[in-house]
Antibody, heavy 119, light 112 residues
Framework: QVQLVQSGAEVKKPGASVRVVCTAS????????MHWVRQAPGQRLEWMGW????????YYSQRFQGRLTIARDASATAAHMDLSGLRSEDTAVYYC????????????WGQGTTVTVSS | DIVLTQSPLSLSVTPGEAASISCRSS???????????LDWYLQKPGQSPQLLIY???NRASGVPDRFSGSGSGAVFTLKISRVQAEDLGIYYC?????????FGQGTKLEIK
């Protein structure tokens, strides 16, 4: 079945970087976009950016000002999200989510990865 | 950035009754192609969000027909015709017209 499985929880110190991997199965990865969304404790969902699974083009929220990189793995079955310069406000659950086309919603979500930033 | 404002922020509903959630946008979400780029998601306790409605009124695959979306431009509504216990959680609207995509603050549905 269609599934997105994310890498495990991370604990990082301020200033460090984190990588969250999202591995897809059950569908052709290159036919879909992959979006990243995060949710800080008690906060609303926050959209971060997305990658075109076909050509690797990326689009980021300016809110992350060069700290965010989204890429697909060479295997073309996974995407990852790198966030650098971590601060306490980056403590959140990070989700990847599939989008079939511009005229679809985020129809399949990963299980979420908790990233904790603490000294 | 486009701001989405949901109301109410919480509601408590008896099973079998109807519920309605509003999502208002700071600007029109109607594209020149005729589509409204507004989605609805439900996040059940301890789970990832799940897609309910896309393009304002299209029910996602597997979503019960008691869920319906309506509206155009800057005002949208999600209706649940007969609430069931499994519908509890937080409902979010999200605009996909512009980047950054943005979410409403969420509406918490509780079951009486």
């Amino acid at each position: 079945q269609v599934q997105l499985v994310q890498s495990g929880a991370e604990v990082k110190k301020p200033g460090a970087s984190v990588r969250v991997v999202c591995t897809a199965s059950g569908y052709v990865f290159t036919n879909y976009a992959m979006h990243w969304v995060r949710q800080a404790p008690g906060q609303r969902l926050e959209w971060m950016g997305w990658i075109n699974g076909h050509n690797g083009d990326t689009y980021y929220s300016q809110r992350f000002q060069g700290r965010l990189t989204i890429a697909r793995d060479a295997s073309a079955t996974a995407a990852h999200m790198d966030l650098s310069g971590l601060r306490s406000e980056d403590t959140a659950v990070y989700y990847c989510a599939r989008k079939p086309s511009l005229n679809d919603g985020l129809d399949v979500w990963g299980q979420g990865t908790t990233v904790t930033v603490s000294s | 950035d486009i701001v989405l404002t949901q109301s109410p922020l919480s509601l408590s509903v008896t099973p079998g009754e109807a519920a309605s959630i509003s999502c208002r946008s700071s600007q029109s979400l109607l594209h020149s192609n005729g589509y409204n780029y507004l989605d609805w998601y439900l996040q059940k306790p301890g789970q990832s969000p799940q897609l309910l409605i896309y393009l304002g009124s299209n029910r996602a695959s597997g979503v019960p027909d008691r869920f319906s979306g309506s509206g155009s431009g800057a005002v949208f509504t999600l209706k649940i015709s007969r609430v069931q216990a499994e519908d509890l959680g937080i409902y979010y609207c999200m605009q996909a017209l512009q980047t950054p995509h943005t979410f409403g603050q969420g509406t918490k549905l509780e079951i009486k």
